[in-house]
């Protein structure tokens, strides 16, 4: 058997770290996920899929991620039952995140500074563009140079 999901969108709301009360971390919020099929004349459809995070991963989603974020979520289908305040029976679908992604930039997604990364980690590299004049043509066809 598999159950597998994978989703990228933008998160709908500031995520907020609770703790159970065995003193586990655990956080859940909503990611705006933009359908790519549009019918001619009509407006692209947009999901509003709900995912739960627990432990260190609850933990880094509500330090790095921001309402507007955009983010990678990789994890399980999860379904559960429940009863409304009517007394109606309910069944809540949601992703179980094993894994979670910036995606954009430093600046879009609005994560924290190079000083609040956890330990041990690096930023991204940068990479500046190069001119042409820093290559030169092989003029050789016979041998190459490696």
Same mark, same amino acid.
């Given at each position: ?11 709908? !709301? ?38 739960? !995070?627990?432990? +260190? ?9 921001? #309402?507007?974020? $955009? ?13 409304? #305040?009517?007394?109606? #029976? ?15 930039? #430093? ?14 980690? +690096?930023? !991204? ?6 001119? $042409? ?14």
């Amino acid at each position: 058997m598999l159950n597998c999901a994978v989703i990228m969108g933008r998160l709908t !709301a500031d995520p907020e770290l609770r703790t159970t009360a065995s003193g586990i971390s655990v956080t859940s919020f909503s990611v705006a996920v933009d359908r790519s099929f549009v019918r001619a004349g009509e407006e692209r459809q947009t999901d509003f899929i709900n995912v739960v !995070a627990w432990r +260190q991963t609850a933990e880094f989603v509500t330090r790095f991620f921001r #309402k507007g974020s $955009m983010i990678a979520v990789q994890g399980s289908i999860q379904t559960r039952n429940y009863e409304d #305040k009517n007394g109606n #029976k309910r069944t809540a679908f949601e992703i179980v995140a094993d894994n979670v992604s910036f995606c954009g930039s #430093k600046a879009e997604s609005g994560t924290a500074s190079r000083n609040d990364m956890p330990a041990g980690s +690096q930023p !991204a590299p940068s990479y500046v563009s190069g001119s $042409m004049g820093d290559f030169s043509d092989i003029q050789e066809d016979d041998e190459l140079p490696f």
